[in-house]
C-alpha cells in the first residue's frame, strides 16, 4: 500500500532508475550505431537490387530497435528532469547538499547526453518503421536531402 505523504515525482529510486536506465541506453544504442556503421562485405557479382535488399534486411531490426531505445531516452531524460526539479526543491529546503550535490551531477549527466541522444535519435529515425520499404524509403530520401544545395 502507498502510504498518503508518497509523491512519485519525488521518488529518488525512480529517478536512479531512471538514470541507470539512460546509461544502459546510451550503451546500446552505441553498440547498435557501431552495427550499422559497419559495412558488410557482399557479393560484388550479385544485383544491385539483391545488395541493396541484403544491406537492408541486415540493419532493419537493429534499426527499428536503436530508434525505439532512443524514443526512450527522449522520455526518460523529461522524466529525469521533472524529478530532479521536484527533489532540489525539497532537498534545499532540507538543506540537504549531499543530496542536492548528486541532482547536480545527474542533471550534468543529461545535460551532456541529451544532444548526443538526440543526434543519434535524428539519424536512426529512417528506422522508424518496421518495414523494410518505408525504411529504403526514408534512406533515399534522406539521401536526396543531401544532395540538393541549400538555399542561401
Given at each position: 500500500m502507498v502510504s498518503a505523504s508518497y509523491n512519485p515525482a519525488a521518488d529518488e529510486e525512480s529517478l536512479n532508475r531512471c538514470v541507470r536506465r539512460l546509461h544502459d541506453i546510451a550503451e546500446?544504442?552505441?553498440?547498435?550505431?557501431?552495427?550499422?556503421?559497419?559495412t558488410p562485405r557482399l557479393d560484388p557479382s550479385s544485383r544491385f537490387d539483391?545488395?541493396?535488399?541484403?544491406?537492408?534486411?541486415?540493419?532493419?531490426?537493429?534499426?527499428?530497435c536503436g530508434h525505439r531505445l532512443l524514443l526512450e531516452s527522449g522520455i526518460l531524460v523529461e522524466l529525469v528532469a521533472v524529478r530532479v526539479a521536484?527533489?532540489?526543491?525539497?532537498?534545499?529546503?532540507?538543506?540537504?547538499?549531499?543530496?542536492?550535490?548528486?541532482?547536480?551531477?545527474?542533471e550534468a549527466f543529461c545535460e551532456g547526453l541529451g544532444p548526443i541522444l538526440q543526434a543519434a535519435a535524428d539519424t536512426m529515425s529512417v528506422f522508424s518503421s518496421l518495414d523494410a520499404v518505408e525504411q529504403l524509403k526514408a534512406i533515399v530520401a534522406r539521401g536526396r536531402a543531401k544532395e540538393k544545395p541549400h538555399a542561401v
Amino acid at each position: 500500500m502507498v502510504s498518503a505523504s508518497y509523491n512519485p515525482a519525488a521518488d529518488e529510486e525512480s529517478l536512479n532508475r531512471c538514470v541507470r536506465r539512460l546509461h544502459d541506453i546510451a550503451e546500446e544504442s552505441g553498440r547498435i550505431g557501431a552495427f550499422l556503421d559497419q559495412t558488410p562485405r557482399l557479393d560484388p557479382s550479385s544485383r544491385f537490387d539483391e545488395r541493396l535488399e541484403s544491406a537492408v534486411e541486415r540493419n532493419r531490426i537493429p534499426g527499428f530497435c536503436g530508434h525505439r531505445l532512443l524514443l526512450e531516452s527522449g522520455i526518460l531524460v523529461e522524466l529525469v528532469a521533472v524529478r530532479v526539479a521536484v527533489l532540489r526543491i525539497e532537498y534545499e529546503k532540507q538543506g540537504n547538499r549531499v543530496k542536492l550535490a548528486k541532482l547536480e551531477r545527474i542533471e550534468a549527466f543529461c545535460e551532456g547526453l541529451g544532444p548526443i541522444l538526440q543526434a543519434a535519435a535524428d539519424t536512426m529515425s529512417v528506422f522508424s518503421s518496421l518495414d523494410a520499404v518505408e525504411q529504403l524509403k526514408a534512406i533515399v530520401a534522406r539521401g536526396r536531402a543531401k544532395e540538393k544545395p541549400h538555399a542561401v
